[in-house]
């Protein structure tokens, strides 16, 4: 699978702390490799990433600082074209441009991406690059396109990540959530059962009734 998260995101500073602890056995055993580029991605991630109706996107900013936005969609919004590459339709916002424009300065993004029922998550590094509408209007026409569906939401650009490295994330602190789909798909059955029985019971309550 390659080491290149480790590479990407293990200083001396975290190294030390390793050190010091005995972590590092477990983390830093990837850095007496060469950095040998791009993780492969496999079929997990493509799963986990292609299901996914949510995630976190950092950029850095001019400045340097990072920027953290929050993007959403139905599921399936952020698509697989091939290889590392995934994009994604770029909604229409607040005007802002901010992640935009800090992709079209320093193109390394980070997505962080959890599917709270299954208490999976997973980090995600990569170079991003924006593609506007007039640019490559078929791009963006496929991103909305979801199975048969279509999102109606405006869409402006096309973000597309080429992704570089990638860590699973343990469970352990992640509180599962459900969205009101979920929560229909686990109790309709209850509700279709409940409802079987009331209609037993009143066919019951009205036979005693003629009697």
């Known amino acids: 699978m390659g080491h290149r998260y480790q590479h990407l995101v293990f200083g001396e500073r975290s190294l030390a702390r390793q050190r ?102 997973l980090k995600v590094f990569g170079r991003a690059s924006v593609v506007d509408a007039a640019d490559d209007p078929e791009l963006l026409q496929s991103l909305r396109r979801i199975g048969d569906q279509e999102i109606a939401a405006g869409c402006e650009r096309s973000i597309v990540v080429d992704v570089e490295a990638f860590d699973w994330n343990c469970s352990r602190s992640l509180i599962p959530q459900y969205t009101a789909e979920q929560v229909r798909e686990r109790t309709q059955p209850y509700i279709d059962k409940m409802a079987e029985m009331q209609r037993e019971i009143d066919t019951l309550t009205a036979r005693l009734a003629a009697e």
């Open 20 to 121: 010091t602890v005995g972590s590092i056995v477990a983390y830093g055993a990837g850095l007496d490799s060469p950095d040998e580029g791009a993780q492969e991605i496999g079929e997990r991630e493509i799963r986990l990433l292609t299901g996914a109706f949510q995630f976190h996107l950092a950029s850095v900013t001019p400045e340097g600082w990072p920027y953290v936005q929050y993007r959403s969609g139905p599921s399936g919004f952020l698509h697989h074209l091939h290889g590392n590459r995934f994009a994604f339709a770029d909604f229409h916002g607040n005007q802002q441009f901010v992640s935009v424009g800090n992709i079209e300065s320093d193109d390394r993004v980070s997505l962080f991406v959890a599917d709270y029922v299954r208490k999976t998550r």
